[in-house]
């Protein structure tokens, strides 16, 4: 396994497990604090449609690219057809999994064809309120011409969504 194999971010929120748990797992909840509104609710083996706010934006996107010294590519917002995510296991208030296409707005991803990562959320109870762990692994079978950009966004863009999911379950 690579140094580019695998992201995980750890997060501690001041929120009873059971708030972060329907934050994670319920799909409307998830859309409000990721940015996508999804098609119907998780259940396991299901695939899931999105369309992603207003907030992203390319030429933040763009920026980002060269902040973190990688060559800028140019952004596809997917088809209303296209899959976000498929539910890969749902344990309650414990642990919720997920496969997609990482970094799926890059223009050159092939979402049909392309090997997905699997995106983990796992949740424990610790005395400040729920520690979060986001794990991303499978970058190794990314097509080596898009492996380090899909990486080192989707890096940054945990580490935001890190940020986003414990404003969203600390203020509700």
């Known amino acids: 396994m690579s140094s580019l194999d695998k992201i995980e971010k750890r997060v501690t929120l001041r929120a009873p497990l059971s708030r972060v748990w329907r934050a994670i797992s319920n799909a409307e909840e998830f859309g ?6 999804l098609d ?3 259940a396991v083996g ?10 992203l934006k390319e030429e933040a996107i763009l920026e980002y690219q060269k902040k973190v010294g ?3 590519s140019k952004v596809k917002m997917p088809d209303e057809d296209m899959v976000f995510c498929t539910v890969e296991r749902i344990e309650p208030e414990h ?10 707005i890059d223009a050159e ?6 090997p997905t990562t699997l995106v983990e959320f796992r949740l424990e109870k610790v005395a400040e309120g729920t520690s979060l762990t986001i ?16 990486f080192r966004m989707n890096e940054g863009g945990w580490a935001g969504q ?6 969203y379950v600390e203020s509700t």
């Open 32 to 37: 409000r604090w990721f940015g996508i509104e």
């Open 40 to 42: 119907g609710a998780f």
């Open 46 to 55: 299901k695939s899931l449609r999105g369309k992603f706010d207003a907030n």
């Open 70 to 72: 990688l060559p800028p």
């Open 95 to 104: 642990y919720f999994s997920f496969r997609w296409v990482p970094y799926g």
């Open 109 to 114: 991803a092939d979402p049909k064809n392309e």
């Open 135 to 150: 794990v991303e692994s499978g970058f190794d079978r990314v097509p080596a011409h898009r492996r380090e950009r899909a």
């Open 162 to 167: 890190a940020e986003n999911v414990k404003k």
